[in-house]
Nanobody, 124 residues
Framework: QVRLVESGGGLVQAGGSLRLSCAFS????????MGWFRQAPGKGREFVSA????????YYADSVKGRFTVSRDDAKNTMYLQMNSLKSEDTAVYYC?????????????????WGQGTQVTVSS
């Protein structure tokens, strides 16, 4: 059974940076499309970023483009999200997700596995 564990969240001032990690429990990590989503209080889960197998494609929501960078290390079975120039509106619980196939990467319902989430709070 695939398990995902996020880490790296915390409290940061606006303009600061955080790096989130997502550890994948199986050696088959390289076969999966990986995504980041977030959910703010009272709002739905929204797409943040995705990275496909071999890192040949990376995708971002318009709201984070130019500030966030997604990467993966297949040797470590881990995905990362480097978040720079953080804003108060980035405050949310961040989730990593995995899916075995391509398709519409921005739809949370299309992912097969989810982590438990990590809280990111940006103070203004």
């Amino acid at each position: 059974q695939v398990r995902l564990v996020e880490s790296g969240g915390g409290l940061v001032q606006a303009g600061g940076s955080l790096r989130l990690s997502c550890a994948f429990s199986e050696r088959t990590f390289s076969r999966y499309v990986m995504g980041w989503f977030r959910q703010a209080p009272g709002k739905g889960r929204e797409f943040v970023s995705a990275i496909i197998q071999g890192s040949v494609g990376r995708y971002y929501a318009d709201s984070v483009k130019g500030r966030f960078t997604v990467s993966r290390d297949d040797a470590k079975n881990t995905m990362y999200l480097q978040m720079n120039s953080l804003k108060s509106e980035d405050t949310a619980v961040y989730y990593c997700a995995a899916r075995a196939s391509l398709g519409v990467l921005t739809t949370h319902g299309s992912y097969d596995y989810w982590g438990q989430g990590t809280q990111v709070t940006v103070s203004s």
